[in-house]
C-alpha cells in the first residue's frame, strides 16, 4: 500500500554534492522513522542513515561527517545531503524503514561519482 519514490542522483565529479529525495505515499508510513541505504554493483546492500527520531540518528562510519539525513513530516519526505562525495560512494540508493524494510523497496535512484 506503501509507495516509495526516489530522486535527485546523477553524475558528479568528487568532492561535489547530491541531495537525494524520497516521497513516501499512504497511511501506513511513519514519517519520523526512516532509513537510506546503497546498493553497488557486485555487493549487498547496506544501510548508510537511518532517523527514528530527534535524538536518535546514525550514520555509516563510511558517510559521517559528509551525509545527512533529514525529515519533513508535512511532505511525507525523506531526504540525503550528500556532500564531498567519494567513488566509492557510487551506487542505488534506496529509502525504507531504519535498518529494515518495512515496505516495497522503490526503483532507487543512481548515485555516480567518477573523474
Known amino acids: 500500500q506503501v509507495q516509495l519514490v526516489e530522486s535527485g542522483g546523477g553524475l558528479v565529479q568528487p568532492g561535489e554534492s547530491l541531495r537525494l529525495s524520497c516521497v513516501a505515499s499512504g497511511s501506513m508510513v511513519k514519517v519520523n522513522t526512516m532509513g537510506w541505504y546503497r546498493q553497488a554493483p557486485g555487493k549487498e546492500r547496506e544501510l548508510v542513515a537511518s532517523i527514528r527520531s530527534r535524538s536518535s540518528i546514525n550514520y555509516a562510519d563510511s558517510v559521517k561527517g559528509r551525509f545527512t539525513i533529514s525529515i519533513d513530516s508535512a511532505k511525507n519526505t525523506v531526504y540525503l545531503q550528500m556532500n564531498s562525495l567519494k567513488p566509492e560512494d557510487t551506487a542505488v540508493y534506496y529509502c525504507?524503514?531504519?535498518?529494515?524494510?518495512?515496505?516495497?523497496w522503490g526503483q532507487g535512484t543512481q548515485v555516480t561519482v567518477s573523474l
Open positions: 525504507n524503514g531504519p535498518g529494515y524494510p518495512l515496505y516495497a
